[in-house]
């Protein structure tokens, strides 16, 4: 069962470039979102959906995009990178929009800003 | 105030030991409760629900309090695989009618031989 499936698993960028991070998920499940971890910081909640086509902003979403065409993707955009953007960044999906289920999380992705 | 607060510790405690863990939640609407366990470097994954009439897992307790808007962990006989950060998880609900999952900073705990 491949779960949650995150890439790529590190990636270092330079200041203003942009790149995508990958997340998809196989159990059908209606709720993802995504998380950064900064030390000291706990998880923050940078976006999250509940079903294709719906997204909302978490408690950091500045300098992110996101988008949920199908149940299964929800990749994050990272529009003009920034050093302050170093972290690592996890996906997770819980079966229920309402986020009263188990959340899965993938491996996560160790992203450095130079 | 921070929607969940947790003390960062770390608990250094020796094997076999009880260890406690605590955490406040800020809005008094939620409904669910977690405890999840991260292991260094890795994921966090689920270590247990929290239900209101309190519940067991093997060497673990977790008590709710809605009162006190008050979560804890009880590990009993403490192992050294048991050193992980616990992460006290809620859900709190927005004003769109969804709900959000909202992670404590986590404790950490290190068990020594």
């Known amino acids: 069962n491949a779960g949650v499936t995150q890439t790529p698993k590190f990636q270092v960028l330079k200041t203003g470039q942009s790149m995508t991070l990958q997340c998809a998920q196989d159990?059908?499940?209606?709720?993802m979102s995504w998380y950064r971890q900064d030390p000291g910081m706990g998880l923050r909640l940078i976006h999250y959906?509940?079903?294709?086509?719906?997204?909302d902003q978490g408690e950091v979403p500045n300098g992110y995009n996101v988008s949920r065409s199908t149940t299964e993707d929800f990749p994050l955009r990272l529009l003009s990178a920034a050093p302050s953007q170093t972290s690592v960044y996890f996906c997770?999906?819980?079966?229920?929009?309402?986020?009263?289920?188990?959340?899965?999380f993938g491996q996560g992705t160790r992203l450095t800003v130079v | 105030r921070k929607e969940v607060e947790q003390d960062p510790g770390p608990f250094n405690v020796p094997e076999g030991a009880t260890v406690a863990f605590n955490c406040t939640y800020s809005?008094?609407?939620?409904?669910?409760f977690f405890w999840y366990r991260q292991d260094c470097r890795k994921e966090p994954k689920l270590l247990m629900s929290?239900?209101?009439s309190g519940n067991e897992d093997g060497r673990f307790t977790a008590q709710l309090n809605r009162a006190s808007q008050y979560i804890s962990l009880l590990i009993r006989d403490s192992k050294l695989s048991d050193s992980a950060t616990y992460l006290c998880?809620?859900?709190?609900?927005?004003?769109?009618?969804?709900?959000?999952?909202?992670f404590g900073t986590g404790t950490r705990l290190l068990v020594s031989p």
């Open positions: 997770a999906s819980s079966y229920s929009r309402y986020a009263n289920t188990e959340a899965f």
């Open positions: 159990m059908n499940h209606e709720y």
């Open positions: 959906s509940v079903g294709a086509g719906i997204t």
């Open positions: 809005n008094s609407a939620s409904q669910s």
């Open positions: 929290v239900y209101s």
């Open positions: 998880v809620v859900n709190i609900p927005m004003n769109t009618g969804f709900q959000k999952l909202v």
